[in-house]
């Protein structure tokens, strides 16, 4: 069975810093990738995900991940963070193409200082 | 809004009584989950249905847990007998089959927050 690890659970930066969020998951076989972002109040929602391709993604709102196979992982990025990112953010896996299955990491709590 | 509605949002029992919560989802969305989420955890997967079939069921769901999407529609779940430990947000979620349109994206509902006292 496949795991997702999430080693931040809360990160707290300034407006205009730079996001990166760990994700590390276990998985032997083929993998989709996705994070999931959920705002205050909110319902969950994608961000971006990875199926195959460029191991290099854009989502939504200008964050990025990158999927580097041999570490497992596939970090979040941002360049320059705004007050509207503060969200919880949740890295998940499927196996496979077609298996909507998620397995979710425990989320990391972005809060953003204005 | 035509995205995935839950009702109740949020109910409180008292141990031992049943509760069901409802999801509507997206109405040309196929497959239909349900994820339970805790303080401090992300949603686990509990069950989903394809249509009106009931593909695949969690561990995590015990006999005390029902899920039903007769018409394939909407869907229920049920829990009978609350215990404390059924505290949680239950969360559905929708998406489509594999096709043309396919991306692999859940729909998620904004969720039934459970409290058990």
């Known amino acids: 069975a496949q795991s997702v690890s999430q080693h931040n659970h809360h990160v707290i930066l300034s407006e205009a810093a730079s996001l990166e969020l760990g994700c590390n998951y276990s998985?032997?076989?083929?993998?989709?990738l996705f994070w999931y972002v959920q705002y205050p109040g909110q319902h969950l929602q994608l961000l971006l995900k990875?199926?195959?391709?460029?191991?290099l993604v854009k989502g939504i709102k200008g964050f990025e991940a990158e999927f580097i196979k041999s570490k497992f992982s596939f970090n979040l990025r941002k360049p320059s963070v705004q007050w509207s990112d503060t969200a919880e953010y949740f890295c998940a896996v499927t196996p496979g193409f077609g298996n909507e299955k998620l397995t979710f990491g425990t989320g990391t709590r972005l809060t953003i200082i204005p | 809004d035509t995205g995935v509605s839950q009702d109740p949002r949020h109910k409180i029992t008292k141990r031992g009584q049943n509760v069901t919560f409802r999801c509507d989802p997206i109405s040309e969305h196929n497959r239909l989950y349900w994820y339970r989420q805790t303080l401090g955890q992300g949603p686990e997967f509990l069950t989903y249905?394809?249509?009106?079939?009931?593909?695949?069921k969690s561990r995590l769901l015990s006999d005390r847990f029902s899920a039903e999407r007769p018409k394939g529609s909407f869907s229920t779940l049920e829990i009978q007998r609350t215990e404390q430990g059924d505290s949680a947000m239950y969360l559905c979620?929708?998406?489509?089959?594999?096709?043309?349109?396919?991306?692999?994206?859940?729909?998620f509902g904004e969720g039934s927050r459970l409290t058990v006292l």
């Open positions: 990875y199926f195959s391709g460029d191991p």
């Open positions: 249905f394809q249509n009106e079939a009931q593909l695949e």
């Open positions: 998985y032997g076989g083929t993998v989709n």
């Open positions: 979620a929708s998406s489509v089959i594999p096709g043309t349109d396919y991306t692999g994206e859940l729909f």
